[in-house]
């Protein structure tokens, strides 16, 4: 499968922004799909995630403001940021696998180009 990552940009503090990943290939149903996020000299960090099942988790630094949600006929994953925080400041990845553990970089076999993700202060 073939990812591909869109939508970022620029927001202030408290805005909120929409990013996509699609895929091509196959269907991303068939993977667990994770969106991942990296800021100079760190490491990637997990954002959320949905598995095949459709059942939907997030890091705790997200929860209540990220929503990860599956688009069958448009074969894309999108993570629906609200309340954005300076903190939130990144290079958005998406990737899919079959992770055995699922907030584990590692362990995603595909991934996205990134896009950036700007919240101003």
């Known amino acids: 499968v073939q990812l591909q990552a869109s939508g970022g940009g620029l927001v202030q503090t408290g805005g909120y922004l929409r990013i996509s990943c699609a895929a091509s290939?196959?269907?991303?149903?068939?993977?667990?799909v994770g969106w991942f996020r990296q800021t100079p000299g760190n490491a990637r960090e997990f954002v959320a995630g949905i598995k095949k099942t459709g059942h939907t988790y997030y890091a705790a630094s997200v929860k209540g403001r990220f929503t990860i949600s599956r688009d069958n006929h448009k074969n894309t994953v999108d993570l629906q940021m609200n309340s954005l925080k300076p903190e939130d400041t990144a290079v958005y990845y998406c990737?899919?696998?079959?992770?055995?553990?699922?907030?584990?970089?590692?362990?995603?076999?595909?991934w996205g180009q990134g896009t950036q993700v700007t919240v101003s202060s």
């Open positions: 990737a899919a696998g079959w992770p055995s553990t699922p907030l584990l970089d590692v362990e995603y076999e595909f």
């Open positions: 290939g196959r269907m991303v149903r068939d993977y667990v």
